[in-house]
């Protein structure tokens, strides 16, 4: 298959991608108009970039809003609540009906590589067992890593390292915690001790939701990028959410930064959640609850954007489409600048790709694997501008979907 009249990031004028079945065989300067043969396509001058990421996003709990109960307060820790009462409930073929449905939405807008985390303070670990098994049987739409998360807690849960350490037996690909969330402040510290031990010693990766909360004292992110930077596994490891940040004073910030930088992880930041969950004990003023986005990407660190949650106890609404929490994120974050808007797209492809360490598994280069979108848009601003679409989404060297875009008649 070839893909014509294809514009690149960061590259000028138009270009020819050949996929030699799985591959990405050649990519070329187009100086002639090419005849497009039949089952080639034409991106007609609007951008070809690789396949969205969602990095971050609880396929398990997804599509449970509202049952049995609505979270009235919108807080993160009614969530939990509410949650843990829809889990009585979870069954294998429940969670796998919701986590492919979900899939499925996440496919049409054009992704191929997601992170999930799956509660696994769970004594039976039913909701693991099942993404396992939803892990390989949606191997042909998307890449998926899942997480062995506990959500209510590792030191603060019955049996909670013991059940940590057999979802990684079973198979998770990465190591979760909740640090903020573990009783005292001294199971927190211990809690990421231990799961960053489980992940050197099983050669898992690391995705920590951490400090999910207002609350400027709760500084579990400085003891995971030490113990990141002091083992040498930053690049293998990703803070999640970390919006206590947003209400660090600035002189521990400034503090905090230089570690920061040192260990060498990423960040993930779900800017529709956090505005929804976070700022939820202010009055006026109202703070926005997210992590420092802006600064972190200044400072020359990585970070990306995720939708979190699809219709679940923690956020009501969602659709797959992760072109509208980078909208969202870019207003909330204040980079809605020139300079951000004309390389927004790294926040959903090339940051993510890196917080999941993607690798060469990922990315539009020849000998990668031949996934890529083509785009509604002929760059990063106008695709933000106009609410622009993944038009085509090619995974494995085949078409896997394609959107006709609204057509719109006026007398
Ligand atoms: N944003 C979140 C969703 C689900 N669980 C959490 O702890 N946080």
Not at 55 to 79: K, R, V
Not at 105 to 130: C, E, F, S, W, Y
Not at 251 to 262: I, T, V
Request: aromatic share 6%; charged share 25%; glycine share 8%.
């Amino acid at each position: 298959m070839i893909i014509h009249n294809a514009r690149l990031r960061g590259r000028d004028g138009l270009h020819r991608i050949t996929l030699d079945d799985e591959r990405i065989a050649v990519i070329e300067a187009q100086h002639a108009l090419h005849p497009i043969a039949e089952g080639d396509l034409d991106a007609a001058g609007n951008l070809v970039v690789p396949p969205f990421v969602e990095p971050h996003i609880h396929l398990d709990a997804t599509l449970t809003a509202g049952e049995p109960a609505w979270n009235m307060s919108g807080t993160l820790f009614e969530g939990i609540e509410r949650w843990a009462e829809r889990k009585a409930l979870v069954t294998h073929e429940d969670t796998k009906t919701r986590a492919k449905k979900t899939i499925d939405m996440l496919v049409d807008h054009g992704i191929q590589h997601v992170r999930t985390h799956v509660d696994v303070t769970d004594p039976t670990l039913a909701a693991l067992k099942a993404m396992l098994e939803v892990r390989e049987e949606t191997r042909h739409l998307i890449d998926l890593q899942i997480v062995a998360f506990p959500q209510e807690g590792i030191e603060s849960y019955a049996n909670g390292r013991a059940l940590m350490e057999q979802a990684i037996e079973l198979g998770a690909d990465v190591v979760g915690g909740i640090p903020h969330f573990e009783n005292t402040r001294d199971q927190g510290v211990a809690s990421i001790k231990f799961l960053m031990d489980l992940a050197e010693r099983s050669g898992c990766l690391v995705d920590v939701h951490c400090d999910e909360t207002d609350d400027p004292q709760s500084r579990f992110l400085e003891v995971l990028a030490e113990e990141a930077r002091v083992r040498g596994m930053g690049a293998r490891v990703t803070a999640s959410h970390t919006t206590a940040m947003g209400s660090y004073d600035n002189a521990y910030c400034s503090k905090l930064f230089r570690l920061l930088k040192m260990s060498g992880i990423s960040f993930i930041s779900c800017p529709t959640e956090s505005i929804h969950l976070q700022g939820r004990f202010d009055t006026y003023p109202k703070r926005r609850g997210l992590t420092r986005v802006a600064e972190i990407d200044r400072a020359g660190m990585n970070v990306c954007f995720g939708q979190d949650s699809i219709v679940d106890p923690w956020y009501p609404l969602g659709n797959g489409n992760i072109l509208r929490i980078l909208e969202a994120g870019l207003h909330i974050c204040h980079m809605l600048g020139y300079e951000d808007l004309k390389r927004s797209l790294d926040l959903i492809t090339d940051n993510s790709a890196r917080a999941l360490n993607l690798g060469e598994g990922y990315g539009l280069e020849v000998g990668r694997p031949a996934n890529l979108l083509i785009l509604s848009a002929p760059d990063d601003y106008e695709m933000v501008r106009s609410q622009g679409h993944a038009l085509v989404s090619v995974r494995h060297g085949k078409v896997l979907m394609r959107r006709t875009p609204a057509q719109i008649e006026r007398a």
